[in-house]
């Protein structure tokens, strides 16, 4: 019966060694990934000056951000799924929304590094008001000498105009 407890907590050992948990070096830590909430929805209006319910095309937002990261030599590839979400306004009188999004790689003094600019498109099957789509996304971030996952942040957006920004801001335009 003693045998049993040494057994269990060998078992314990030997399972955090296979996760890397117990092996020297500095642990791998995946970048943050962060969701700029100020680019986080946006509404698209039809051309001309109104901007009221009627004129709305479609609005849109990120709804889930999931990601993953992979360590190999200097290299740090992320793998992101970005879920995208619209809803057919008023306006609209088309089968689709082009939802324009972004991923930016940032490091630790807040520069951004790279970024780059994706187009979503979200049909509206059957006459349907909502719909929504998955978008994979990867971004590889090659580390110099003593960097890690932890000195960079990866942020995601939807790309929008200065009139949306104010208008996610609270503020008229």
């Not at 955090?16 to 969701?35: A, E, H, M, N, Y």
């Not at 992320?78 to 879920?83: F, Q, S, T």
């Not at 942020?155 to 335009?173: D, P």
Request: charged share 30%; aromatic share 6%.
């Amino acid at each position: 019966m003693i045998g049993r407890p040494f057994l269990l907590a060998g078992l314990g050992i030997l399972l955090l060694t296979s996760c890397g948990l117990l092996q020297p070096g500095s642990p791998k830590i995946c970048p943050r990934v962060s969701l700029l909430n100020e680019a986080a929805k946006m509404t698209e209006y039809q051309a001309g000056p109104g901007r009221d319910l009627i004129d709305v095309l479609y609005e849109a937002r990120v709804h889930d951000v999931n990601w993953a990261c992979k360590y190999a030599d200097n290299r740090l590839r992320i793998e992101a799924k970005i879920d995208l979400i619209a809803q057919r306004g008023p306006a609209s009188k088309g089968d689709n929304a082009q939802v324009p999004f972004f991923v930016a790689i940032v490091d630790k003094d807040q520069n951004i590094i790279a970024k780059e600019e994706f187009d979503s498109e979200i049909e509206f099957r059957d006459g349907r008001r909502r719909a929504g789509v998955r978008e994979e996304v990867e971004q590889i971030i090659f580390l110099k000498k003593g960097e890690v996952g932890a000195d960079y942040e990866i942020i995601v957006g939807l790309q929008i105009s200065e009139q949306q920004l104010k208008q996610n801001r609270g503020k008229r335009f």
